[in-house]
C-alpha cells in the first residue's frame, strides 16, 4: 500500500505538459498522460477518503472527454478505458459519500459494476492487475462496509486469486504491497465470517512478511489483536493476553512515531495520522478490564493528538503522559475519570477508567449508548427529550434532571460510585454521551457534598493553574447580521458556507443589554467592545489571540451530519463535521442570500470550528460562549467534533458553554453575575459554581428548573 501511495504522489507532484483546455486538441500520448495523471490524483483522493477531491477529478476527466469526443480525436480504446476509470472513480466517490448519504452504497455498486463491465470487454486479460481485480478489490470494501461479509469475501477471493496468478508468472513478487493487502483483507474477511483460525494463520503469516515495514507489521499486529477479540466475542477461544501484547507492541510503536514526528506535521497531515491511529483507539477498549492502566495511558495519548491536530501555533502538549504521572498530580481526596465509548458485540458499549491517588486505574461497565439515549422517561425517550429546541423543549429537559424513576443510575451506577468513594473532588473527561448530559449535574445527593469538574482530558492535570485576576476581555454581540460588511478575502471555509446556505439568523434583542452591563461589572481599561457592523469574522480573527477573556454572544448553529468512521480494510483520513458547526457574525445573512457569493475569496460572517482550529489562541485563557448549543457536536470515539474543540486545538483554556437553548434572561443573569465574580479574583470554577447556586436558590419557583440552570457548562477548570 505504502509503494503504491508513493506512486499517486509522485504522479501528482509531476508537471502535466497539457491542460483540461486543450484535452480535445493535443497529441494521443499527451491527452493519454493527462488523463492518467486525473485518474491517478482521483485514486489518491479516494486513499485519503477526500470525496470532493475525487469528485474534482471526475468532474475534470469527463470534461476532458467531452472535449476530445467534440473534435473527433477520441480513440475507441481510449473511450473505453476512461470511461472505465471514470465508473470506478464514481464508484469510489460514492464509497465516501455513504457516510453522508445512505442511497450512496447503491450507486457505489452500480458504478462499480459499470466499470467492471467495460473493463471485461476492453481488457479481457487478467494480467492488468490495476483493471478487473482492484474493481473486485474495492466491491470487497463496499461489501465490507456493508457487514455482507460474505460477499466482500467472494469479491477479495477473486481479486487474491488474479493476484496469485501473477505471482506463479512472476510478473510480481510475493512482497508486492497489493498482493500483501489483499491478503490482510482475506483474513479479516474470514474472520468477520466466523473463521479466526484460518484468520490468524493467514495474519501471521503476513506478520512475517512485514517484519522490514515498521509500519505494516505494527498494522499487522492490531488487526491480530483484533481477530482474536473478534474470537473471543463469538464463544471462542480468543487469547485476551495475546491481543494485549499486540495492542501493546501497536502502541509503543505509534506513540514512538508520533514523539518523532507529530510536530514537524501540517494540519492535514495529523489528522490523516491520528485518523490511522483512531481505529487502534477504539479497538483497543474491547479488553476493558484486562488492562486498565493501558487504556488509560491510550486515552491521555489519543487525546494528546486529537486536541492539536490543526493547531496553528504547532505542538502546545507533549504527547508523551502516563497515568502514574497525572496520579502524581491528584490530591488524596481528588480521583479522575476517563469516559470512553468503544464498539463490541457489534454495539456501541461505553466505560469509565477511574483513577485514584493510590492504586492502578479500574475500569468499570457502564450503560451501552443504545440503552441511554433510548431509556423512557414518560412517553419519550431521552435522546427525543434532549435533541428538541425552543422553550416547548424545557419541560422534556426537566424530566431528565430531575426523573424520579433514576436515569442518573445510567451514568452514575452502584460499582462507579463504589469505586469513586470517598473522594471529594471529581475530574472527569467525557466521552459519547456524556458530551451531549450535564451529568455534573446529576450527581446523587446522597453522596455529596463532592464538586464535579469537567476536562478535555485528565492530562490538563498536568498543566498549571490559570488566574485571570485583571486580565483584558474581547467582548463581541449584538451582531447585525443582515448589515452588507465588506471583509477581506483569505482562508475561508467553503464547506461551512454550503452546509448554511439557505439559513438566516434573527437579531438577538438583549445582546447589548448582557455586553454592557459585562463591561461595566468588569470596568477594566483594555477591555474591546465589538458590536453591530463591527462584530465581523475578520475582527474577531485578528483579536482574538490578543485577550486572555473572550465573551462571544451570538448565534451557534450544528448541523453535522454523522462522522465517517472507516473500518478494518480501509480507514477514513478525513471529516467534514468541523465546517458543520459554526457561530454567526456580521453580514452572514447577506452571504447567505447571495447567490454569486464566492466564499474562496471572502469571509462570510461564518466563523466554522475547522476555522477556529486554525487561529492561534494560545493567550486566551478563558472563552465564554453565550450562545445556542455551542457546546454540542458529533459524538463519535474522538470525543466531540464542534466548537470545543476548535478553541482546543486553537489552545484556548477554558470554556463555558451551552448544552441547549438559554432564555435571554437567564443567559444575560448568569453571564453578569459570572463576570461580577470574576472581577472579584475569584477563580473561574468557584466563580461558575457559584453563579449558578446562587441563581438557582434566589430564582422564582416557577424559573427553578435544570433547564435554566444546567444548560451552561465549564470545561478545563483545574480548580
Known amino acids: 500500500m505504502m509503494k503504491r501511495l508513493w506512486f499517486l504522489l509522485c504522479c501528482m507532484a509531476a508537471t502535466v505538459c497539457v491542460t483540461a483546455q486543450n484535452a480535445g486538441t493535443c497529441s494521443d500520448d499527451d491527452f493519454r498522460y493527462l488523463m492518467n495523471n486525473l485518474v491517478t490524483k482521483g485514486n489518491h483522493f479516494y486513499e485519503l477518503s477526500d470525496r ?30 476512461y470511461r472505465a476509470d471514470w465508473y470506478k472513480l464514481s464508484g469510489s466517490y460514492h464509497y465516501e459519500n455513504s457516510y453522508y448519504d445512505s442511497t450512496s452504497h447503491v450507486k457505489a455498486h452500480e458504478c462499480y459494476q459499470e466499470a467492471l463491465k467495460i473493463y471485461k470487454q476492453a481488457f479481457s486479460s487478467e494480467t492488468d492487475l490495476q483493471k478487473v481485480p482492484m474493481i473486485h478489490r474495492e466491491l470487497a470494501l463496499l461489501c465490507y462496509k456493508e457487514k455482507n461479509y460474505p460477499e466482500a469475501y467472494r469479491y477479495t477471493k477473486l481479486a ?15 512482497d508486492d504491497a497489493d498482493y500483501l493487502m489483499i491478503q490482510t483483507q482475506l483474513a479479516m474477511c474470514l474472520a468477520r465470517m466466523g ?5 490468524l494463520v493467514l495474519m501471521e503469516r503476513l506478520q512475517n512478511r512485514y517484519k522490514d515495514n515498521e509500519e505494516q507489521y505494527a498494522e499487522a499486529l492490531r488487526k491480530k489483536a483484533k481477530i482474536l477479540m473478534l474470537q473471543e466475542e463469538e464463544g471462542g477461544t480468543g487469547n485476551r493476553s495475546v491481543a494485549l501484547d499486540c495492542y501493546k507492541q501497536f502502541f509503543a510503536s505509534k506513540k514512538q512515531d508520533a514523539l518523532a514526528h507529530f510536530m514537524g506535521m501540517n494540519s492535514a497531515q495529523r489528522e490523516q495520522y491520528w485518523m490511522r491511529v483512531r481505529p487502534f483507539v477504539v479497538d483497543c477498549y474491547r479488553l476493558e478490564d484486562a488492562d486498565a492502566g493501558f487504556l488509560y495511558d491510550v486515552t491521555l495519548f489519543a487525546k494528546g493528538l486529537l486536541l492539536q491536530l490543526d493547531s496553528a501555533g504547532g505542538m502546545r502538549q507533549p504527547i508523551h503522559a502516563t497515568w502514574q504521572m497525572v496520579q502524581e498530580k491528584l490530591q488524596p481526596d481528588a480521583c479522575a475519570i476517563e469516559f470512553v465509548q468503544y464498539e463490541k458485540y457489534g454495539q456501541q458499549q461505553m466505560g ?24 423512557k422517561i414518560g412517553d419519550d425517550t431521552v435522546e ?88 483584558s476581555a474581547l467582548v463581541i454581540g449584538d451582531v447585525r447580521y443582515d448589515d452588507k460588511t465588506p471583509q477581506k478575502a483569505g482562508d475561508n471555509d467553503a464547506l461551512a458556507y454550503k452546509t448554511m446556505s439557505g439559513i438566516a439568523f434573527p437579531e438577538i434583542s438583549d445582546s447589548r443589554k448582557e455586553l454592557d452591563s459585562i463591561l461595566f461589572v468588569r470596568h477594566h481599561p483594555s477591555d474591546l467592545l465589538l458590536t453591530a457592523d463591527e462584530a465581523t469574522e475578520n475582527e474577531l480573527r485578528d483579536q482574538c489571540g490578543k485577550y486572555s477573556i473572550v465573551h462571544l454572544s451570538t448565534h451557534g448553529k450544528l448541523l453535522a451530519k454523522d462522522i465517517p468512521y472507516g473500518t478494518d480494510l480501509k480507514t477514513c483520513l478525513t471529516d467534514e463535521s468541523l465546517s458543520e458547526n459554526i457561530v454567526a457574525l456580521a453580514g452572514v445573512n447577506v452571504a447567505l442570500r447571495d447567490e454569486h457569493f464566492n466564499p474562496d475569496q471572502t469571509h462570510d460572517g461564518l466563523l466554522s470550528a475547522k476555522e477556529m482550529a486554525s487561529l492561534d489562541m494560545s493567550n486566551t485563557q478563558l472563552v465564554v460562549l453565550a450562545c445556542c448549543e455551542t457546546g454540542l457536536g458529533q459524538i463519535t470515539a474522538d470525543g466531540v467534533y464542534g466548537i470545543q474543540r476548535g478553541l482546543k486545538n486553537a489552545g484556548a483554556g477554558m470554556i463555558v458553554m451551552s448544552l441547549w437553548e438559554a432564555t435571554s434572561d437567564t443567559t444575560t443573569s448568569f453571564m453578569i453575575a459570572f463576570h461580577r465574580k470574576l472581577k472579584e479574583g475569584m477563580a473561574v470554577g468557584e ?33
Open 384 to 471: 427525543e427529550r434532549l435533541s428538541g429546541t425552543g422553550r416547548s423543549s424545557f419541560k422534556a429537559i426537566n424530566r431528565v434532571y430531575n426523573d424520579s424513576l433514576g436515569f442518573w443510575q445510567k451514568i452514575w451506577n452502584n460499582e462507579l460510585l463504589s469505586v469513586i468513594e470517598p473522594v471529594k473532588k471529581v475530574y472527569f473527561a467525557p466521552d459519547g454521551y456524556v458530551h451531549r448530559i450535564a451529568i455534573e449535574y446529576m450527581f446523587p445527593k446522597a453522596y455529596l457534598p463532592k464538586r464535579l469538574l469537567r476536562l478535555s482530558s485528565t492530562r490538563r492535570l498536568l498543566e498549571p493553574v490559570v488566574s485571570l485576576t485583571a486580565q
Open 352 to 375: 469509565a477508567l477511574v483513577l485514584k491517588k493510590t492504586g492502578e486505574p479500574v475500569f468499570v461497565k457502564m450503560a451501552s449508548p443504545d440503552s441511554v439515549w433510548k431509556y
Open 160 to 174: 487474491y486469486d488474479a493476484f496469485e496468478q501473477a505471482v506463479l508468472r512472476q510478473d510480481i513478487d510475493e
Open 52 to 81: 470532493r477531491g475525487v469528485m474534482q477529478m471526475l468532474d475534470s476527466i469527463n470534461s476532458c472527454i467531452q472535449q476530445r469526443s467534440q473534435h473527433g480525436n477520441l480513440s475507441e480504446m481510449d473511450s473505453l478505458e
Open 687 to 719: 466563580a461558575f459554581w457559584q453563579t449558578r447556586d446562587a441563581m438557582w436558590q434566589s430564582s422564582d419557583e416557577s424559573e427553578q428548573e435544570p433547564c435554566y440552570w444546567n444548560v451552561f457548562i465549564l470545561i478545563d477548570a483545574l480548580e
Open 195 to 199: 473463521n479466526t483460525k484460518e484468520a
